[in-house]
């Protein structure tokens, strides 16, 4: 024989007892007559045997076999004693007096062990389109299992297996204190395990005639499961003719209980269906709510109340209740002890006409909103109907946990959420997601007799419910804790609470609609935003939730309605991709969904960049946007302001905006001055702006289109925007014969240099100017290298600056810092320092000498021998284009040239110089002197372009002078040329160092990556110039042309 409890306290009952050992309470038992064989598998059974010992089966056709003490439960505590001590009769048992399990997970459910799924980053992806049958299935007789085609996630065979009766025993002891005790068990399985999903519903239909449930009971049969955490949920199911079906998109387990009216619809014993939540999240739920489960559209729900909270007609709700508690009376359900006795009451109970019509009153929802609940739950079913009722029309899922439709938990507490908070969904990894709505703010006046304020507040709580419904809705597509994906689930409710909201307003089911407030803020970080605190996620999807409607717009236009449904029918089939989701249903590919997402975000740049702001002036020259760290799909603005009240302090300054955060051609920066120009700011190459207003914006945008976080994004890297402003001191200059020496003072700029040997990471060079008003011909010079001391031999200085570098002139000497040589990206001038000086040179000298001292920086551009490409994919035609042909690469590489010529002969009678051009008059063989040489400012280059990535050294490997196309090995020479015109060329010849080739990886669009393979070349001879001297003649007009030529191939020594 089966174990009895006590129904009063839950303690173990002795065979054949009167009275509870523990508490006292009475003990009524009556069993059933024996049958001598089991009508199911014809094993013989034992004298007041319950079940069969060999299969479990329950015995007799009414199920009145059960013999157990019923748990009691008040109908309405506020006009009925709750009392817990004992009492020789209790017409509130209202319990469930029978339940069929199909279930218990610890009993039957192991994970599949031929399944090798874990949900790891490598292996996360979507559930597998192979194709599958329709099904129409009777695992067991009374179970019917069928789907449309396709619906499976893939092949798989459906087990029905029934329960043992020592295993239904041990379930017993760990529900009977719940009132809820299994009559027969089967586990539905199909072999899933716990993260994997059907594509589509599969329906589950359970025959009550053939589970042998009296026709009588058969419309109080409810559904409900335990799940794996030992939870009873109470599951959402549907009638049709004799069956109760429910669909699912998981292995179910489930319990088929019974239980009058009154208790469906008045509360079911507390903690029986919503235990963990009796403690979560404050403690409050269980022990100062009342409940009632209230029938909506395709949906049923719980609504929890404060029990203080008094009915709209008290009087009402009491004389009726007195008159159900009559006729339950006349039926002796104050005697019912055990299960047999209970089905029998019931089915007779059913078949009162008074108690029908009585019942008829409970279910009509008309009279309970009018009578039996509080104002403000009657306020707060209507808007959660509204809810529901539009969201079963957009063709959503109903509210479910771990794929199995449930009858959710909606809360109303009468404590304050906060001044701006309505309510919410609760959802954790031990807990199903329940709503919980502040009863504070939910007006307490029926709709006819609100105030303006209450009908403001009324259209809020309308808002407030469709949007947390949602989130319940969105719990029946993931399977992961809420909070991992909130952005997400933000995003798609804010979308759908402003879909909502016209229709709302074009039916007039709403007068005023309170639309979330959402910013542009979320763009500011990567969009798959996965940590941080739960309102800064939250707020990042409501920023987020603008991108969506951009893509539901383009994708879908006027059947925008379609989106949300199908984005979350496929996140239901991906596991943790959101963003992988998003693709699927607007443009299918990732390169066009980042080409969205660039487009989107130059189209909100004037909104992101209102956001952030700083101020420049000659206290704070410099504003670094630093780039640390890699956030795909993000796109930050940023304001800065040029404030100045002086109106000369800007006159001559010189802005600049310097990028070296775009490491790669998916990161883009923009700017523009008055938020309709907007231009690309190239990574290396600053812009300056001179004409500077004394008040100035600055707009900057980074857009970061990929989406794939980037392995190693340039550290310290930074958008920089600064001033070159006029330099407050002037050069330090000394003579200290035979040198001319020039100092430069460090400016603010270069104060804070980052490493030695250069200027800082603003200032690229010095350009120091040297002139004489006697000739006004400047000499011009430049510092990089970090060194701010620079000197010359006087004599030579003076040979440039004069035709013949004798006499007393008069000096003058400024510099400015530059940011960029190549582009002329200067500031202003400094203050002039003047001096005298004299040249020691003799007048009549017979033997004279031309010096030429010349320092430039040459680019060097060339280009890689293509050799072959390939790729792997599977998409050749698409991509043949892509790899068929070479790509041209073109590197660059800054070398630093100088070059000292000497010329000396006798009876020269005058000397002059041009560009690169010396003349000389002369009748005589000069003899010229000769020495250059050239050091690489950069020997490394780097180069990405359309993703092809090179990286390759270089050094100098030899040094040539021709004269006259002769040539003379080495970097210094002495020769003789005769009258006439010579022509003096230098060279210098390159090595590339390390590897002759490399790879490049060029991503050709939706295509695999593509495998480009180069040759860097052989050793390449760079030209730095040509030197032409004329010894016969005063300067003409003549060009000097280009003298630095480019890149020849060139046999190796």
């Keep these: 024989m089966s174990q009895l409890y006590c129904s009063e306290c839950g303690a173990k009952l002795e065979n054949n007892a009167k009275f509870c050992g523990e508490c006292g309470h009475a003990v009524e038992i009556e069993l059933v007559e024996t049958q001598s064989n089991c009508s199911h598998c014809g094993h013989l059974i034992q004298e007041r045997e319950l079940f069969c010992s060999e299969c479990g089966y329950a015995i007799g056709n009414l199920g009145g076999q059960f013999n157990a003490n019923i748990r009691k439960a008040d109908i309405d505590s506020q006009q009925l004693n709750n009392s817990s001590h004992p009492k020789p009769k209790f017409w509130s048992s209202l319990t469930a007096l029978l339940t069929l399990s199909l279930l218990a997970w610890y009993f039957i459910v192991e994970k599949d062990p031929n399944s090798s799924f874990r949900p ?38 459906f087990k029905a297996t029934e329960i043992s009766n020592s295993k239904l025993d041990q379930l017993a002891e760990k529900l009977i204190e719940k009132g809820v005790i299994p009559y027969k068990g089967f586990d539905i399985n199909a072999g899933m395990s716990e993260t994997e999903r059907f594509r589509k519903p599969v329906t589950i239909a359970m025959n009550l005639n053939e589970l042998a449930i009296p026709v009588e009971l058969q419309p109080h049969t409810h559904l409900a499961y335990i799940d794996k955490t030992g939870q009873l949920r109470r599951i959402h199911s549907y009638f049709e003719n004799n069956q109760i079906k429910f669909d699912t998109y998981h292995n179910v387990h489930i319990i088929l209980w019974i239980a009058l009216g009154a208790v469906s619809y008045w509360g079911y014993e507390e903690g029986v269906f919503n235990e963990e939540l009796a403690v979560y999240p404050d403690g409050f739920f269980k022990a100062d709510y009342r409940f009632y489960l209230w029938e909506s559209e395709k949906i049923n729900y719980f609504i929890h109340y404060p029990k203080k909270w008094k009915s709209i007609r008290p009087d009402i709700v009491s004389n009726h209740l007195k008159k159900l508690k009559k006729v339950m009376d006349k039926h002796n359900l104050d005697g019912i002890h055990n299960r047999e006795q209970a089905l029998k009451a019931y089915a007779n109970i059913s078949k009162d006409k008074e108690y029908s019509d009585l019942m008829k009153v409970m279910r009509d929802k008309k009279w309970v909103l009018e009578n039996y609940f509080p104002q403000k739950v009657a306020n707060a079913v209507k808007a959660l109907d509204l809810a529901i009722k539009y969201t079963n029309s957009r063709g959503f899922r109903s509210p479910g946990y771990s794929g199995i439709p449930v009858e959710p938990d909606i809360y109303i507490q009468e404590k304050s959420m906060g001044a701006n908070l309505y309510g919410e969904v609760r959802n954790g990894w031990t807990t199903r997601s329940f709503m919980v709505l502040d009863g504070t703010k939910i007006p307490d006046a029926d709709i006819l007799s609100m105030s303006s304020s209450q009908l403001a507040a009324y259209n809020s709580l309308k808002t ?10 969105q719990s029946a597509y ?18 759908y609470e402003a879909e909502a909201g016209k229709y709302y307003l074009n039916n007039n089911w709403a007068t005023s609609w309170d639309y979330t407030s959402r910013t542009y803020d979320g763009f500011f970080k990567k969009m798959d935003l996965k940590s941080g605190q739960i309102q800064e996620l939250q707020q990042h999807g409501y920023s987020i939730s603008y991108f969506l409607e951009y893509l539901r717009d383009k994708y879908y236009g006027k059947t925008g309605n379609e989106f949300l449904p199908k984005l979350l029918n496929d996140y239901a089939g991906v596991l943790s991709g959101n963003i992988t989701s998003l693709i699927d249903v607007t443009s299918g590919e990732e390169s066009r969904f980042i080409d969205d997402f660039r487009i989107y975000a130059r189209k909100i740049r004037n909104e992101l960049v209102s956001y952030r702001a700083s101020v420049l002036n000659d206290e704070k020259l410099v504003y670094s946007w630093r780039f640390n760290d890699s956030n795909p799909l993000s796109a930050p603005g940023m304001k800065i302001s040029l404030k100045e009240k002086n109106p000369y302090a800007l006159e001559d300054a010189v802005l600049v905006i310097r990028d070296s955060s775009g490491y790669s051609e998916q990161t883009e920066i923009h700017w523009s001055f008055d938020k309709r120009n907007w231009k690309i700011l190239q990574v290396g190459i600053p812009v300056a702006i001179d004409s500077l207003k004394t008040k100035q914006n600055i707009y900057l945008q980074r857009i970061e289109a990929y989406i794939e976080a980037q392995n190693n994004p340039v550290k310290k890297a930074s958008t920089d925007i600064y001033f070159l402003l006029k330099p407050k001191n002037a050069a330090k200059v000394t003579i200290n014969k035979p040198y001319f020496q020039i100092e430069i003072p460090k400016s603010s700029l270069m104060k804070n ?16 100017e040297v002139t004489t008003p006697e000739t006004n011909k400047p000499v011009r010079l430049w510092l990089s290298d970090g060194n701010m001391t620079t000197k010359f031999e006087t004599e030579k200085l003076l040979g440039r600056l004069t035709p013949d570098g004798r006499g007393n002139y008069n000096l003058k000497v400024s510099y400015r810092e530059c940011a960029h040589k190549g582009q002329n990206i200067c500031g202003a001038w400094s203050p002039n320092v003047y001096m005298s000086i004299k040249s020691d040179k003799k007048e009549n000298q017979g033997k004279l000498t031309k010096a030429l001292d010349v320092s430039k920086t040459v680019n060097l551009l060339w280009t890689p021998q293509w050799k072959q490409s390939w790729f792997s994919g599977d998409r050749n035609d698409r991509c043949r284009p892509y790899y068929d042909s070479p790509q041209p690469l073109m590197a660059n590489i800054d070398a630093v040239y100088s070059l000292s010529v000497s010329i000396s002969g006798d009876e020269i009678e005058s000397v002059s110089e041009k560009d690169l051009s010396i003349y000389l008059n002369t009748k005589k063989n000069v003899t010229v002197s000769l020495g250059f040489d050239a050091s690489l400012s950069k020997n490394k280059d780097i180069l990405d372009w359309q993703n092809a990535h090179y990286d390759q050294q270089y050094a100098i490997s030899g040094y040539e002078i021709s004269v006259n196309g002769k040539v003379l090995k080495g970097k210094n020479a002495t020769f003789n040329i005769p009258p006439g015109k010579s022509t003096i060329s230098t060279s210098v010849f390159l090595k590339t160092t390390g590897t002759s080739t490399f790879k490049a990886i060029r991503n050709a669009h939706a295509c695999q990556p593509v495998m480009m393979e180069y040759d860097s070349g052989n050793i390449k001879e760079m030209s730095l110039g040509s030197i032409k001297i004329y010894t016969n003649g005063k300067p003409k007009t003549l060009s000097g042309g280009n003298p630095f030529g480019g890149i020849r191939n060139k046999d190796t020594d």
């Design 464 to 473: 407030t419910t469709l949007h947390e419904y949602f989130h319940l809705v």
């Design 753 to 768: 240099k980052e490493s030695e040997g250069s200027l800082g990471p603003y200032i690229q060079a010095i350009e120091i």
């Design 120 to 157: 790891t980053r490598s292996n996360l992806g979507t559930i597998s389109s192979v194709q599958t049958d329709s099904l129409d299935l009777y695992p067991h007789p009374g179970i019917h299992i069928t789907s449309l085609k396709n619906a499976l996630d893939k092949p798989r065979t």
């Design 478 to 495: 993931s399977f992961v804790e809420m909070q991992k994906q909130l952005w997400f689930a933000e995003a798609t409710a804010v979308q």
